[in-house]
C-alpha cells in the first residue's frame, strides 16, 4: 500500500506561484512514474505532468514553460513548481504514483488563482 500526501495549495492572484509537494509513504524508486491530475469544477480529471522513475518528464500542453514536475529521490517527495498560473489553472490537485499494475492516488489540494 502506498500512501501519497499533498501539500502547498493555496489562493494567488494571477501571474503568481506556487509550489505543490507529494510526499510518498515508500521509497519514489519503486513508483514506476508518478504525475500531477487536476479537476476543475465539472470537469474530468486531466493530466498535469508526469516523471518516470528514469526523470522522464510529460506535460500537458496547456501548462508546458509554466510548470515544472520533479523527484527528490532522497525526501521520497515529487514537486510541481506553477509560475505564472492563470485563473483557469483553478482545480483539485491530485497526485498519483504507479507501481505495478496499481495507481494511487492523494487526497488532493486546492488551487485557486483569482484574476
Known amino acids: 500500500q502506498v500512501q501519497l500526501v499533498e501539500s502547498g495549495g493555496g489562493l494567488v492572484q494571477a501571474g503568481g506561484s506556487l509550489r505543490l509537494s507529494c510526499a510518498a509513504s515508500?521509497?519514489?524508486?519503486?513508483?514506476?512514474?508518478m504525475g500531477w491530475y487536476r479537476q476543475a469544477p465539472g470537469k474530468q480529471r486531466e493530466l498535469v505532468a508526469s516523471?518516470?522513475?528514469?526523470?522522464?518528464?510529460n506535460y500537458a500542453d496547456s501548462v508546458k514553460g509554466r510548470f515544472t514536475i520533479a523527484r527528490d529521490n532522497a525526501q521520497n517527495t515529487v514537486s510541481l513548481q506553477m509560475n505564472s498560473l492563470k485563473p483557469e489553472d483553478t482545480a483539485v490537485y491530485y497526485c498519483?504514483?504507479?507501481?505495478?499494475?496499481?495507481?494511487?492516488w492523494g487526497q488532493g489540494t486546492q488551487v485557486t488563482v483569482s484574476s
Open positions: 498519483k504514483g504507479v507501481l505495478g499494475p496499481w495507481n494511487y
Open positions: 515508500v521509497s519514489i524508486f519503486s513508483i514506476n512514474a
Open positions: 516523471i518516470t522513475s528514469g526523470g522522464s518528464t
